[in-house]
């Protein structure tokens, strides 16, 4: 990952335990970033989570994903277990580059997708060159 | 054999330590540098999709996580054999150029084939896909269905 001009710069807060205070066990969600000239684009995987129970919130210039998920397999056993069922959680620091009144975000088939506009000083503008 | 022979007193460990270092950088490339303090990811899984498998008197139920996914993405097959196909492709939703960040999520084909642990019937198969969840419901063959016996007390 290239360290230079990257908006999203740091992940805090990345959930590697249960957290206690807020009750069961966060799964890391797997996440997508790519940057374009005017946004950048985070595409993150929730499967589960109804439209209503996602939560995403800024502050302090952090975005932090939250996605309910209700208990839906109440199996005595399972013939095949290969993931678990819980809340997921992960959570982005935000560079100052990112217009945080534009964020906006759709959530759609298990996939949430956050678009961080960029501020319009920093993105590129093209300068018209006249000839003499 | 040479009576000549380098000397060397370590030679079996350092084989050892050898294939041990094999063996980390195997797992390195499948955990990533995060080792043991690895997040919980929503699904370490081998295969793609990951898939739970569970089943009652009745039923047997297959799960899968599809995000992004229609259920027009997807094929489902149930063979007389009793062997369950999931078939599909995930496309990915992102224009062609821009600098990437994060890359974590899988896209592709994929297919995998499960065999039942019971005979159900192919006609009795019903599928549902929800925020992401792929939902197999499929009812077992009335052979297959545990029988209850009613004892009677004298």
């Known amino acids: 990952m290239p360290e230079s001009n990257t908006l999203v710069k740091k992940e805090s807060g990345e959930v590697t335990k249960p957290e206690a205070t807020r009750g069961g066990i966060y799964y890391t969600p ?35 994903l939250h996605g309910k998920v209700e208990p839906r397999q109440v199996p005595a056993e399972y013939l095949d277990e290969e993931y678990g069922v819980g809340d997921f959680h992960r959570s ?35 300068i018209a060159v006249h000839g003499g | 054999m040479s009576i000549l022979t380098r000397w060397e007193p370590f030679y079996e460990l350092r084989q050892e ?47 899968a996580e599809l995000p992004g996914l229609k259920l027009s993405d997807l094929e489902i097959t149930v063979t007389a054999d009793n062997q369950l196909t999931l078939k599909g492709t995930r496309q990915q939703a992102a224009p062609e150029k821009v600098e990437w960040h994060r890359q974590e999520r899988s896209f592709g084909s994929f297919e995998r084939t499960f065999q039942l642990p019971v005979s159900v019937d192919a006609g009795k198969v019903e599928a549902r896909l929800e925020n992401g969840i792929l939902t197999i419901k499929m009812a077992k063959s009335p052979a297959a269905k545990p029988r209850r016996i009613h004892v009677k007390a004298e």
């Open chain 1, 92 to 126: 982005f620091a935000i560079a100052p580059e990112i217009d945080a009144d534009k964020i906006s975000a759709e959530y759609r088939d298990g996939v949430l997708e956050v678009h961080l506009p960029k501020q319009e000083r920093v993105k590129p503008k093209r």
């Open chain 2, 17 to 63: 330590m050898g294939q041990r270092r094999r063996f980390q950088r195997a797992m390195d490339r499948l955990f990533g540098r995060w080792g043991i303090d690895l997040p919980q990811w929503s699904a370490l899984a081998v295969s793609y999709p990951p898939v739970n498998v569970w089943e009652n008197d009745d039923f047997v139920w297959a799960e």
């Open chain 1, 30 to 64: 797997r996440v997508d970033i790519y940057e374009s000239a005017d946004e950048v684009v985070l595409q993150c995987d929730m499967p589960g989570v109804k439209p209503q129970d996602v939560e995403l919130c800024f502050e302090k210039r952090e975005l932090s």
